[in-house]
């Protein structure tokens, strides 16, 4: 993780971010509130994070790189259980009142103090050895369709699909260790359109119009994910012409994908050739974004991101952490899209959708 002193503010949030950049999404609390007790939000939020325990815990105990593991585990469920229920007490406690990025940063914390660096490793590696097989069968499919619009609105569903690979929901982390997941039943089972949020229409025509020369996708999980979402996706838009900035967590953090693990996966995909399935990868960067939660914070990135990001026309936040439950209000100096399934009720709630359903959130630069 970079020193606090080498993080910097995303370059294309609107100024001044004080006034107008606001992480968390849904409101846990508000001014009004009485600041020693729990809002009905926390209290709903702070069971939705203890919910989350016992299938961390699992991961956790079967993590053959620490020592005492399933001793270890049984630490870390009690601290961070005992923490979560400080907060219902008393909202101050623990740095608080909580939040989403809070809450996920005690978590990573405790893990980390416990000498736990990646509990979801074996899992991850799995499922990208499956994805890196399927990658090739996925890109022809999608190369097929000859017509445009159609061509995008499936390799759309391909990220929305691939984003259900999320072992940070209770639900679906239970579904994932039942039955496992399968890319191509995701893509034929997701919620038709119109989705919760759905700006697919006006993102088409501006597709059309190739006006993007560089783009940043903060990239989400691993797995079907980044190789069967994300890479088509990216895939295409260096076939437009534009460079493709790949932004991944620097730090483990739940099944999403690292810098370093990025880097790995991209040299499995690409040909002898160095080409992605035929498309030309000199256009392909990837960058470490400072970060080491299933949350980003964009007044907090690393400087190396800044740095390439500053010049883009388009930024994509993919994924329920970094684009719905983070983010989805942020608004850019350029244009920006959020994407990601839904995959918590509390936020179904908020939004007035379903469950897994779609949101499709794309805005043009503000002036």
């Not at 074996?122 to 990658?135: G, H, M, Q, R, T």
């Not at 259900?164 to 997941?181: K, N, Q, W």
């Not at 244009?335 to 179904?348: Q, R, T, Y």
Request: glycine share 6%; charged share 25%; hydrophobic share 40%.
């Amino acid at each position: 993780m970079e020193s606090e002193s080498e993080m910097v503010a995303f370059p294309l949030l609107l100024t001044p971010i004080e006034t107008n950049y606001r992480v968390c999404t849904i409101p846990y609390r508000f001014p009004s509130d009485n600041p020693k007790k729990a809002t009905p939000t926390e209290l709903q939020w702070i069971d939705v994070f203890l919910n989350s325990i016992p299938s961390f815990k699992k991961r956790a105990e079967t993590d053959s790189t620490v020592p005492d593991a399933p001793l270890r585990a049984e630490k870390f469920a009690q601290r961070y259980g005992d923490i979560l229920e400080d907060f219902k007490k008393d909202p101050e406690s623990h740095g608080g009142p909580p939040d989403g990025v809070l809450l996920c940063r005690l978590r990573e914390l405790i893990l980390r103090e416990l000498g736990f660096v990646d509990i979801f490793k074996k899992v991850k590696d799995e499922e990208n050895a499956k994805a890196i097989s399927l990658f090739k069968n996925v890109v022809q499919l999608n190369d097929a369709i000859e017509d445009e619009a159609k061509r995008l609105e499936n390799l759309v569903k391909g990220i929305f699909a691939g984003n259900i690979f999320d072992l940070g929901s209770a639900e679906l982390a239970e579904v994932f260790s039942r039955d496992g997941m399968s890319f191509s039943a995701s893509c034929q089972n997701l919620n038709p359109r119109p989705w919760v949020i759905d700006d697919l229409d006006t993102f088409k025509v501006k597709w059309n119009k190739r006006t993007w020369k560089k783009v940043v996708i903060f990239v989400d999980n691993s797995g079907a994910d980044i190789i069967l979402g994300i890479f088509p996706f990216a895939r295409e838009l260096l076939r437009c012409g534009a460079q493709v900035v790949l932004a991944a967590n620097d730090m483990p953090s739940i099944n999403d994908v690292t810098y370093t693990e990025l880097i790995e996966i991209i040299a499995k995909l690409k040909d002898e050739n160095g080409q992605l399935m035929g498309v030309d990868t000199s256009n392909l960067l990837v960058a470490n974004s400072g970060n080491d939660l299933p949350v980003i914070d964009l007044s907090r990135v690393s400087q190396v991101l800044a740095y390439l990001a500053s010049d883009a026309d388009l930024v994509i936040l993919e994924g329920m952490g970094r684009g719905i439950e983070t983010n989805l209000y942020a608004q850019f100096k350029c244009d920006s899209l959020k994407i990601g399934m839904v995959k918590h009720p509390e936020v179904a709630q908020f939004l007035g959708g379903r469950l897994y359903d779609c949101v499709f959130k794309y805005n043009e630069a503000v002036s």
